[in-house]
């Protein structure tokens, strides 16, 4: 199991950017949260077997068709061991 936080960097409000993710780690078994930030990014944490969360972190790098990622920090942590994915 891998945990990480990732913040993504760039146009990513106003784009669809957490229900996208949202969707996109459900279809892969990804547990965790995702919310805007007062900063303009987006933040979130994933959770699941390592290759999903790699997975989500190589979706994050480019994020749905209308987002211009364009900076992506990955800080690995600590697994919860969580269920479900939410928008905060």
Known sequence: MRRVHVVVHG?????????SCRHEAQARG?????RNTAAGTVEAELEGEAGAVDAMIGWCRQGPRH???????????DPTGGNGFEIR
């Open 67 to 77: 987002a211009r990622v364009d900076r992506l920090d990955v800080r690995d942590m």
């Open 30 to 34: 990804v547990t965790g949260w995702v």
């Open 11 to 19: 146009e990513v409000q106003g784009v669809f950017f957490r229900d």
